[in-house]
């Protein structure tokens, strides 16, 4: 049940991030939503840790920086993935990942 709760968090901080993120948006309704909510929440649980152990240096180098670039690449390559989701360029996946995960973050402690 808990796995249930954390999806709808994930959910609707994925609606709050396209409705505030300008170049951040979706065409194709609830099914959009809730697929950029599953792919984006198996991009952070397999693909990330395993990306954040294989730039561990460049991390390191950048004081922590680069992680938020790889963020940001994680989130425009769901618009390769996910059909009717579309992110403008560079800085609105930076700031579309940056706002999804602090939404995230935050629902998922309130729950």
Known sequence: MHTVFR?????????LTVSIVPGVMTTGGWETTLLVALVWSVISMVV??????LTFPITVITFGLFSFVLNALLFWAMT????????AGFGAALLGALVLSILSWFIHKAL
């Open 7 to 15: 999806y709808a968090g994930t959910v609707a901080a994925v609606m």
């Open 48 to 53: 990330k840790p395993v990306l954040h152990v």
């Open 80 to 87: 390769l993935i996910v059909p009717n989701f579309f992110v």
